[in-house]
């Protein structure tokens, strides 16, 4: 069973948005094209990742070569770190530090609090001779809070806990970062040149921590790259990544420009920040550019639902979630609480589909616009799928905008504010 995307529900007949995708067809052919005479110094070459096998191959002797490792502490932010704990958080499960022998942490900002305490996690580890792996992730080889955290966690290394640490950097080629780290002796791992940080999940940046993790890499390709062929596809009706982006495009001429991703699925929570940076990075440039949210059902049921329902009308849905689960739990027809009469002898798998399906049915009947993308299990291939759904998306929806979904020129504002203040 394959990715099932589902717009029966979202606001536009499919002859509109048949209208609204020819303006994508031309762009659509240059992938295509792409796909067929590789080209990696395109900004579209992250389409590329999907049916190389050298990433893989890479970050997979990489893994082996620590596999020893208790602990991997991934130092990224953004399009560095978010990827891997979307696909991390998935397939391993949320609480799968708590779960395996193999414990991943990511240091992102620069919180002094979250910071220690990944550094007395480290020290734990340590004395008790267990392997670390410190794997510092930056394209640029110069993000502050990457550069920032490394060094603050590498300086409280002595000199017989460093001999327990393996350090590996993934970075551009030519970055100041890769030449201290081939220096220093640290094993390195490209990033293909141009290949952004929000686009670079399925190259090294995430492959060689979830390869370490247990993740299969190669079906996760497999998955992204049948997803490909899909959406390099010109009928709209066929092609999911285009009528996403059709509709996207739609809604935001008629005014909705908030965007949400609801989960239904509490290891989907890290997926949907990282199609927040996605999107908004991509596509936030100028009057018409889109809101992303992220919702976890049911959680936010209880939270945003009212708002939802009874707020202004200025939002549209992404509905991700599961055909089914792999695990399940009875409530007993005799429960300890008398309050949960009429739930014995319910899974909880029932019930919460029950939710799900209540959310929708109040959708419709209050005329939401949503649309549904479901995934048949939790594996690789399915999530692969869907990161390459997205991703093309984001392209193609960025060709209706009419802006360059491979820039973000605004982001460098707070650096150089930032670097002002700390000279």
Not at 37 to 62: C, M, V
Not at 77 to 94: V, W
Not at 168 to 194: M, N, R, V
Request: a positive charge; hydrophobic letters at 45%; charged letters at 20%.
């Amino acid at each position: 069973m394959d990715v099932v995307f589902s717009w029966q529900y979202a606001g536009f007949p499919p002859e509109k948005a048949k209208e609204k995708a020819r303006e994508a067809l031309l762009y659509l052919k240059r992938l295509a094209n792409l796909r067929q005479k590789p080209d990696w110094s395109a900004p579209e070459a992250s389409i590329l990742l999907a049916d190389e096998k050298k990433f893989a191959q890479a970050s997979i002797r990489a893994a082996k070569g620590c596999s020893k490792a208790a602990l991997f502490i991934l130092v990224g932010i953004g399009g560095s770190n978010l990827g891997t704990m979307a696909i991390r958080d998935f397939i391993m499960g949320r609480n799968a530090n708590l779960l395996t022998g193999k414990h991943m942490l990511f240091a992102d900002t620069c919180d002094p609090s979250s910071l220690d305490e990944i550094i007395r996690i480290m020290k734990l580890h340590l004395a008790k001779k267990k392997q670390v792996v410190l794997n510092i992730v930056s394209k640029s080889g110069t993000t502050t809070e990457t550069l920032a955290n490394f060094e603050a966690i590498y300086a409280t290394l002595s000199p017989s806990e460093k001999k327990l640490v393996k350090v590996y950097a993934t970075t551009d080629a030519g970055s100041q970062l890769h030449s201290i780290a081939s220096k220093k002796g640290w094993p390195t791992l490209p990033i293909p040149p141009a290949v952004g940080g929000r686009f670079s999940v399925l190259s090294c940046v995430g492959l060689f921590p979830l390869a370490w993790a247990g993740v299969d890499v190669n079906k996760l390709l497999a998955g992204a790259s049948k997803m490909l062929s899909v959406c390099l596809k010109d009928n709209v009706n066929e092609n999911p990544a285009l009528a996403q982006a059709a509709l996207m495009s739609l809604h935001i001429e008629s005014g909705k420009n908030i965007i949400d991703t609801f989960c239904f699925c509490n290891d989907l929570h890290s997926y949907g920040m990282w199609y927040r940076q996605l999107l908004a990075e991509s596509a936030g440039k100028g009057p018409a550019s889109p809101t992303p949210m992220v919702s976890i059902g049911s959680t936010d049921l209880h939270s945003q639902e009212q708002l939802y329902l009874g707020g202004s009308r200025d939002k549209i849905f992404r509905i991700v979630s599961l055909a089914g689960f792999a695990d399940d739990q009875l409530v007993p027809n005799t429960p300890a609480l008398s309050l949960a009469s009429g739930l014995g002898g319910k899974s909880t798998s029932e019930i919460f589909l029950a939710l799900e399906g209540g959310t929708k049915s109040s959708f419709r009947n209050s005329y939401i616009p949503f649309w549904e993308i479901l995934l048949p299990a939790k594996n690789e291939e399915a999530f692969g799928a869907l990161l390459q759904l997205d991703m093309v998306s984001v392209m193609l929806f960025c060709k209706f905008l009419k802006v360059n979904a491979f820039d973000q020129p605004a982001v460098e504002e707070y650096k150089k504010e930032a670097k002002k203040l700390l000279s």
